[in-house]
């Protein structure tokens, strides 16, 4: 998956298929994210329970100024030492975090939703810094439906902010030592623009250095859901989901010839035209064995 104005590019591969298997490894200019999954499911009384197995890792190339930030100087001692490289004036920090397991409920009455249940641990190998986040379960009285609640703390153990908010919606953080009322509405912190994407490695870590944010010493907005397209948007899906299958003119000379954009039943599938896509599946899965079947007698030039 390439994007060209997110500075990115991603790899995400199923490598085996009993059990389902699959790996993913993204790199950005200033960052590579990695992962692995193995997924479990299980079928009880109208909902299906996909359980994700694996870790997700990301390592973060951080301007060597961040070192000598007195927030990182009053913390103490760090865990692990910081992969430093002077030559090009970065460190690397190295996060971790599990992956949470996912209902689909519904299925027997037809009206689909699905949330995601379990705790979501974030952990900083470089300074030991924790946070822990709930995605809590709809319970019997209706209560609880897409809540989060969690915390962040540091390496000594010690509270730094209380993190609540919806999954659906939005995030937010609350400072322990925050001033002003327990009332106030959350501050929505403005984030620098994207890179653009000519830039090298080297100018994105002083683009880092140059574009940080203060975090207030307020109730703030970690996250908060982007407005979704609404064309041709049959299952609500985000826009990032949808430019996975996307393939604008100018990417295609770029893309293999097996990746998933090129399937039309894929995208007939997504603008809901049901049939179509049936009659693309049947046609793509008969010319795979039959392929198949020329390969295993022989009738294929290598």
Request: charged share 20%.
């Amino acid at each position: 998956y390439v994007h060209h104005d997110k500075c990115y590019c991603a790899l995400s591969e199923q490598v085996e298929h009993h059990l389902p298997i699959s790996a993913c490894w993204v790199e950005g200019k200033n960052y590579v994210y990695h992962a692995d999954t193995n997924i479990k499911s299980k079928f009880n009384s109208g909902s299906l329970t996909v359980v994700p197995t694996g870790v997700c890792q990301v390592e973060l190339k951080l301007p060597l100024a961040f070192l000598d930030h007195d927030d990182k100087k009053n913390a103490g001692a760090a865990c692990q030492l910081p992969h430093i490289n002077e030559a090009e004036g970065y460190f690397t920090e190295h996060y971790k975090w599990n992956k949470l397991t996912t209902n689909v409920n519904g299925i027997m009455i037809a009206n689909f939703w699905i949330e995601h249940v379990g705790d979501l641990d974030v952990l900083n190998h470089h300074s030991g810094d924790c946070t822990k986040i709930t995605f809590m379960q709809l319970g019997w009285t209706g209560h609880n439906k897409f809540k989060v609640t969690g915390e962040a703390l540091d390496h000594q153990g010690n509270k730094v902010y209380d993190i609540a908010g919806d999954w659906t919606s939005k995030l937010m953080a609350h400072p322990v030592d925050a001033t002003g009322s327990a009332t106030q509405e959350a501050e929505t912190i403005k984030c620098p623009s994207h890179m653009d994407d000519t830039v090298s490695a080297d100018d994105a870590v002083k683009y880092a250095a140059s574009n940080s944010i203060q975090v207030p010493r307020t109730p703030f907005v970690l996250w908060k859901i982007n407005d979704r397209q609404t064309k041709n948007n049959t299952y609500n899906l985000t826009t990032y989901a949808m430019s996975l299958n996307d393939k604008p003119a100018e990417l295609v000379p770029y893309l293999c010839p097996n990746d998933s954009c090129f399937h039309p039943n894929q995208h007939a599938m997504e603008t809901g035209e049901y049939e179509l896509a049936d009659t693309e599946k049947s046609w793509l899965k008969n010319k795979q064995q039959v392929t198949c079947c020329c390969c295993e007698q022989g009738e294929l030039k290598a």
